[in-house]
T-cell receptor, first 109, second 113 residues
Framework: AQRVTQPEKLLSVFKGAPVELKCNYS??????LFWYVQYSRQRLQLLLR??SRESIKGFTADLNKGETSFHLKKPFAQEEDSAMYYC???????????FGKGTTLSVSS | NAGVTQTPKFRVLKTGQSMTLLCAQD?????MYWYRQDPGMGLRLIHY???????AKGEVPDGYNVSRLKKQNFLLGLESAAPSQTSVYFC????????????FGPGTRLTVT
């Protein structure tokens, strides 16, 4: 069965520090990968997808097929980055995204 | 465009009561989903629909029923609410499956006492 693992429930960093939110997925074909974000009291929204290879709000994510990982990175965290982050692979044969359990990022000054 | 809307925003039920959550989208999306969000459990798929008149079970379907009579609406029903169904419920829609972005509603906070 396809699985996605976000090993950290909570990640606390200081403003200006680098951030890496980890995501690992089980291998079954070639998924497309997404990161969704949920700011406090807001709905989930797409942050970025690996296929577009873009940087959103300073975040990037690289797909590492060898390690089956899709870690989200930002070189300098800002307080407004505090939110819940979900990694979500989409397998081509599947009909729905499978979300990880999420990582809460807390950025303090 | 309103995007994805959910009704109601909050609800408190007593054990055994029933209710229906309504999700509506105005983006002409084929796919719609219902998730529940619980602390430490992330988002779990309850049911989904790949088009008008179709529904399918997700990861945690027990205790819930759904209907998709119109393309723009996806209803989630609880026939006999239980405290374990206390959660935040999110509806989402997408143009198609897999690699397409899902658009989420604002959520419904349900408490069952």
């Amino acid at each position: 069965a396809q699985r996605v693992t976000q090993p950290e429930k909570l990640l606390s960093v200081f403003k200006g520090a680098p951030v890496e939110l980890k995501c690992n997925y089980s291998y079954s074909g070639s998924p497309e990968l997404f990161w969704y974000v949920q700011y406090s009291r807001q709905r989930l929204q797409l942050l970025l997808r690996h296929i577009s290879r873009e940087s959103i709000k300073g975040f990037t994510a690289d797909l590492n097929k060898g390690e089956t990982s899709f870690h989200l990175k930002k070189p300098f965290a800002q307080e407004e980055d505090s939110a819940m982050y979900y990694c979500a692979p989409a397998w081509q044969a599947g009909t729905a995204l499978i979300f990880g359990k999420g990582t809460t990022l807390s950025v303090s000054s | 465009n309103a995007g994805v809307t959910q009704t109601p925003k909050f609800r408190v039920l007593k054990t055994g009561q029933s209710m229906t959550l309504l999700c509506a989208q105005d983006m002409n999306h084929e796919y719609m989903y219902w998730y529940r969000q619980d602390p430490g459990m992330g988002l779990r798929l309850i049911h989904y629909s790949v088009g008008e008149g179709t529904t399918a079970k997700g990861e945690v379907p027990d205790g819930y029923n759904v209907s998709r009579l119109k393309k723009q609406n996806f209803l989630l029903g609880l026939e006999s609410a239980a405290p374990s169904q206390t959660s935040v419920y999110f509806c989402a829609s997408s143009y198609a499956a897999g690699s397409y972005e899902q658009y989420f509603g604002p959520g419904t906070r349900l408490t069952v006492t």
